[in-house]
């Protein structure tokens, strides 16, 4: 069965630490998508991919960044890891653009300490 | 700008009963896509629905049911006879005709005791 999946499913790193969060999706999609989810703000768009060497910022990319270089995967870099970035991430991915539905994988908990 | 607000935060009720949960969207753009999606405590999101702003048409799947209102921006979602597999958190969602963004709402947390 096709699948999204994210590694690691938990990470504690500290402040000023480059992270990279894997994501990696087995639907064959085009795009994919980054969101974190914070309490009481619902799921935020951090970056999205319409294709291969495509990315664009959402509403909350400062701080991050993607690359991607295949189909299957689009992992999301923290260049510099911040305590406001502790939060849980969610990769997704969609055989439409933003406007159709969307796959999720299981989350990454990222804690910034 | 966009925005979806879902004012309930929290809802609980008793196996059974029929509960509703609210979403009120605003939007500036004529053509625009609104979703439901289901969180459960597992805490990963599934896709329940998606309705374009041309269809107004009520849909029933199931237990679960839509009414989606442009006239008062609203996309409700009803579950009928509730199950405790019920229990979740329940995002609202919008995107508009650009492409580049969807916004989600804050979600309710429904809660269903046996």
């Known amino acids: 069965d096709a699948e999204i999946t994210q590694s690691p499913r938990h990470k504690i790193t500290e402040t000023g630490r480059q992270v990279t969060l894997a994501c990696h999706q087995t639907?064959?999609?085009?795009?994919m998508f980054w969101y974190r989810q914070d309490l009481g703000h619902g799921l935020r768009l951090i970056h999205y991919?319409?294709?291969?060497?495509?990315?664009n910022k959402g509403e909350v990319s400062d701080g991050y960044s993607v690359s991607r270089s295949n189909t299957e995967d689009l992992p999301l870099t923290l260049e510099s890891a911040a305590s406001s970035q502790t939060s849980v991430y969610f990769c997704a991915s969609s055989a439409g653009q933003i406007t159709y539905e969307q796959y999720f994988g299981p989350g990454t908990r990222l804690t910034v300490t | 700008a966009q925005k979806v607000t879902q004012a309930q935060t929290e809802i609980s009720v008793v196996e059974k009963e029929d509960v509703t949960l609210d979403c009120v969207y605003e939007?500036?753009?004529?053509?625009?896509?609104l979703f439901w999606y289901k969180q459960p405590p597992s805490g990963e999101l599934v896709f329940l629905i998606r309705?374009?702003?041309?269809?107004?048409q009520n849909e029933i799947s199931g237990r679960y049911s839509w009414n989606f209102q442009k006239s008062t921006s609203s996309f409700n979602f009803t579950i009928t006879a509730s199950q405790v597999v019920d229990s979740a958190v329940y995002f609202c969602?919008?995107?508009?005709?650009?492409?580049?963004?969807?916004?989600f709402g804050s979600g309710t947390r429904l809660s269903i005791r046996p």
């Open positions: 639907w064959n999609h085009n795009n």
């Open positions: 309705r374009n702003s041309f269809d107004e």
């Open positions: 969602a919008l995107s508009g005709s650009s492409a580049s963004k969807i916004i």
């Open positions: 991919s319409y294709g291969v060497h495509d990315t």
């Open positions: 939007t500036r753009d004529t053509t625009y896509y």
